[in-house]
């Protein structure tokens, strides 16, 4: 009852930049963190970049000075701004949150995932 869904992903020359967003939708009371994953071919899922609710940001050492990551509460919306891409971050990216769900009289949290977007940099 709850989804992600992500946008933004294509092909982009080395150098190049591209913005990932995602929205979440569905019977949602809150969000807390919300972020950015990302899993190229033979390697395992690694944290790209986190939000809190309040705005704290954490990010892989790198994509740090790179790559931006924001949200809007309002619209349940968190993007992903990447400059100067490079072919090392070829990858499939994915959005994540924590998702607050009223279910029998209280709130429960849910990890969420999105289903996903490639990114390719060719160089």
């Known amino acids: 009852q709850v989804q992600l869904v992500e946008s933004g992903g294509g092909l982009v020359q080395a150098g190049g930049s591209l913005r990932l967003s995602c929205v979440a939708s569905?019977?949602?009371?809150?969000?807390?963190?919300m972020g950015w994953y990302r899993q190229a071919p033979g390697k395992q899922r690694e944290l790209v970049a986190v939000?809190?609710?309040?705005?704290?940001?954490t990010y892989a050492e790198s994509v740090k000075g790179r790559f931006t990551i924001s949200r809007d509460n309002a619209k349940n919306t968190v993007s992903l701004q990447m400059n100067r891409l490079g072919p090392e971050d070829t990858a499939v990216y994915y959005c994540n949150a924590e998702i607050g769900r009223w279910i029998l009289a209280e709130v429960r949290y849910l990890e969420v995932w999105g289903q996903g977007t490639l990114v390719t940099v060719s160089s």
């Open positions: 939000i809190t609710s309040g705005g704290r940001t």
């Open positions: 569905g019977s949602i009371f809150s969000i807390n963190d």
